[in-house]
C-alpha cells in the first residue's frame, strides 16, 4: 500500500486556470505539508498542516488554498495558474519531529 | 538569512568506491539535521537524521558526521552502489513535531559509474 498518495501525477494547464491537486497519507500521522521543488531541484515549503489545522503558512500566494477535510488528506488548490507556477508538488506527512515521508509529486506544467 | 547549501552539485564516484557528501549550514538555532535521497521522478526519501547534540551517527552503509563549530555536516556512502545514484539533500531543522519546519539544501547529483 502506497503510504502517501497524490493526484495527478502530471497535469499540464493554461495561464489563468484553476486547478487542484490531492494528497492523501494511511500513516496515521497528525500532520502533513505541501513543498513545491522547482527546476532546480530547489525544495521548498509551502503549507504544514496538524490535525486539519494549518500550523505554517510561508508566504505563498493566495492564490494558493490548502484544504484539509480530515487529517488523512490534505489538498492544494491553485487558482489564475502563471508560468512561474510550474514546478513538482509533492505532500509529506510528517511521522515524528525528524521524519517525513514524501509523495510521489505532482509535475505541473503551465502553459 | 538561514540557508542550507551543499559544496559540490554534481559528485562522480566509481562503484565500490566510499562518497562523501558535504553540506553547510548557517542557523545555530537547527536542532536536528536530515539526509534526503531523491530518485528520478520520486519524492525525497528519509536517509538518516542526527540531533545537534550528536557529532556522529550510523547507519546501514551510511554515516552522517555534524560539526557545529564550522556548521558543516556531511554523508558518508560505504561502497557505493549504482542503486545510490540520486541526487542528495541535507535539510536542517527545529522546532516541534507539530510545528517545526525543515529547510532544504540545493542538493547534490551523486553518479556511480560501473
Known amino acids: 500500500d502506497t503510504a502517501v498518495s497524490q493526484t495527478p501525477k502530471y497535469l499540464v494547464t493554461q495561464m489563468g486556470n484553476d486547478k487542484s491537486i490531492k494528497c492523501e497519507q494511511n500513516?496515521?500521522?497528525?500532520?502533513m505539508y505541501w513543498y513545491k521543488q522547482d527546476s532546480k531541484k530547489f525544495l521548498k515549503i509551502m503549507f504544514s498542516y496538524n490535525n486539519k489545522e494549518l500550523i505554517i503558512n510561508e508566504t505563498v500566494p493566495n492564490r494558493f488554498s490548502p484544504k484539509s477535510p480530515d487529517k488523512a488528506h490534505l489538498n492544494l488548490h491553485i487558482n489564475s495558474l502563471e508560468l512561474g507556477d510550474s514546478a513538482v508538488y509533492f505532500c509529506?506527512?510528517?511521522?515524528?519531529?525528524?521524519?517525513?515521508?514524501f509523495g510521489p509529486g505532482t509535475r505541473l506544467l503551465v502553459l | 538569512g538561514e540557508s542550507v547549501g551543499l559544496h559540490l552539485p554534481t559528485l562522480s564516484v566509481q562503484e565500490g568506491d566510499n562518497s562523501i557528501i558535504n553540506c553547510a549550514y548557517s542557523?545555530?538555532?537547527?536542532?536536528?539535521f536530515i539526509w534526503y535521497k531523491q530518485e528520478s521522478g520520486k519524492g525525497p526519501q528519509f536517509i538518516i537524521d542526527i540531533r545537534s547534540n550528536m557529532d556522529k551517527r550510523q547507519g546501514q552503509r551510511v554515516t552522517v558526521l555534524l560539526n557545529k563549530t564550522v556548521k558543516h555536516l556531511s554523508l558518508q556512502i560505504a561502497a557505493t552502489q549504482p542503486g545510490d545514484s540520486a541526487v542528495y539533500f541535507c535539510?536542517?531543522?527545529?522546532?516541534?513535531?507539530?510545528?517545526?519546519?525543515?529547510?532544504f539544501g540545493q542538493g547534490t547529483t551523486l553518479q556511480v559509474k560501473p
Open positions: 542557523n545555530s538555532a537547527s536542532d536536528y
Open positions: 509529506a506527512s510528517r511521522e515524528d519531529r525528524e521524519t517525513q515521508y
Open positions: 500513516l496515521g500521522h497528525d500532520t
Open positions: 535539510a536542517e531543522g527545529y522546532g516541534s513535531s507539530n510545528t517545526g519546519k525543515l529547510i
